[in-house]
């Protein structure tokens, strides 16, 4: 299932919560994101909607490795197997979860400006967020919650991992969620758009609540998707002398641009590479679309094959092309990253690591990053590196290609895909987890999310 955005997964989640309306429930959001989500709940059901704060403990050095997770309320929980695996001292875990707590009561303090939390005794209490992965910080949230004694308590959420949300049925009465899937490795890869949601949207959220906006009938709805933007023809001047063809799109409020660096013997023209475009576009990326050899060029590398392999020569014109976006106007503030196929997802990998003030997250669809060699050591940008479960060798090349990455990186595997994901539905996931990704980090507010 493809969501919009959180507004209209929330508006979706409250239909199915209908039945919960004349039971007066309480809905707590977990900010940031599972607020926007709850806001829309609490608007249908007219509902109180209030913030329940929760904070993942991550490894020191690795914090995008949770050890757990600490709740409002001084719930704590932590994944004793992923502390003994790691072998992190007792000291330091509480040294850890002490500074935790204190950011948990300041971000208490932030969204509820000293208002005192909503009561739950007695009450039904749905408490929602956007997405569950590993459930560690909604566990933590559920026992806080349940410590204060509601009448019964309901977890809702648009998508979540199968496998945890089976593990998070203990801790409630019931369950309500519309998309289960156990292949789950990227929440946003479900979101067309899933662009950070701030502090500052957070509050003003809960402002218009408790000012009766949450109940209000006629208030305006979101606004929709972009309309479709202009594909515009572009060429590309190179400092070797090359001239290189390429399709622009630049939708209307672009957050960021992605540059396609094709595989081996492919083009600006690829079908597969277009529809990932088109899935991008429609979460307000601006994307280009551009060929790594000129015309003379594929004609030889049609007869030998050697071209499509000249990493150095593709991820020279990768660079070449991103400098050419710092340099028009319409795209000079855009942040940027590069979706590499194939050999291209090499180049990519190359150009990040060369220039890395240029690449502000790469994508490799089907890649060959180990064709980036030494270079690999050298990429910071975060890295999502996409394969196929039956594309053994290839996925056995990008397992050990993501060990070398030193950046944020994740390796998603999409069950039941070859190598040009020509699988009913493989396609599509791609493209789901490459938005996500790139709304992620290229969004202007990215690198306050990640700092």
Not at 155 to 175: H, K
Not at 268 to 282: C, I, K, W
Not at 357 to 384: H, I, M, N
Not at 442 to 447: G, N
Request: hydrophobic share 45%; aromatic share 6%; glycine share 10%.
């Amino acid at each position: 299932m493809l969501f919009r955005d959180r507004v209209d997964a929330g508006r979706r989640l409250a239909f199915a919560l209908g039945r919960y309306r004349d039971d007066a429930p309480v809905v707590l959001g977990l900010p940031r994101g599972g607020v926007p989500v709850a806001y829309e709940i609490a608007r249908a059901l007219k509902a109180p909607l209030d913030v329940w704060v929760v904070r993942k403990i991550g490894a020191p050095g690795y914090e995008e490795l949770g050890l757990g997770a600490i709740s409002e309320g001084g719930e704590v929980y932590l994944n004793e197997e992923v502390l003994a695996e790691i072998g992190i001292p007792q000291e330091e875990v509480a040294e850890i979860v002490d500074r935790k707590a204190a950011d948990v009561e300041a971000r208490v303090q932030r969204f509820r400006r000293g208002r005192p939390p909503v009561d739950v005794e007695g009450r039904t209490v749905i408490v929602v967020d956007d997405g569950i992965a590993t459930g560690g910080t909604m566990r933590a949230a559920l026992r806080a919650v349940r410590r204060r004694g509601p009448k019964r308590l309901v977890l809702a959420v648009p998508v979540a991992s199968a496998t945890t949300l089976e593990s998070l049925r203990a801790e409630v009465d019931e369950v309500v969620c519309l998309d289960a899937d156990p292949r789950l490795f990227a929440i946003g890869a479900y979101y067309q758009d899933f662009r950070q949601t701030t502090d500052d949207d957070v509050v003003e959220l809960l402002e218009r609540a408790r000012g009766g906006g949450a109940g209000a009938e006629g208030e305006e709805g979101p606004a929709g998707p972009p309309e479709p933007a202009e594909e515009l023809p572009v060429e590309l001047a190179l400092d070797d002398g090359a001239r290189l063809q390429g399709s622009l799109t630049i939708p209307a409020g672009a957050t960021g641009i992605v540059l396609f660096a094709h595989g081996s013997g492919s083009s600006r023209h690829s079908p597969r590479n277009r529809y990932v475009a088109e899935v991008l576009q429609s979460a307000r990326l601006a994307t280009l679309l551009f060929d790594l050899l000129t015309g003379e060029e594929e004609a030889v590398d049609e007869r030998t094959g050697h071209l499509r392999f000249d990493i150095e020569l593709l991820a020279g014109r990768v660079m070449s092309a991103a400098l050419a976006t710092r340099e028009q106007p319409e795209t000079s503030a855009l942040r940027i990253g590069y979706f590499g196929a194939s050999t291209g997802a090499a180049a990519a990998l190359v150009a990040a690591a060369r220039r890395p003030d240029l690449a502000d997250a790469v994508v490799s669809r089907g890649g060959r990053p180990d064709l980036a060699g030494a270079y690999l050591e050298q990429v910071r940008a975060p890295t999502l590196l996409i394969v196929g479960s039956a594309d053994t060798e290839v996925l056995a090349l990008n397992r050990r290609a993501l060990e070398l990455l030193r950046g944020p990186r994740q390796l998603g595997i999409v069950e039941g895909a070859t190598h040009l994901f020509e699988e009913p539905g493989t396609l599509e996931e791609v493209a789901r987890a490459a938005s996500a990704w790139f709304v992620r980090y290229l969004a202007p507010q990215a690198l306050e999310a990640t700092a």
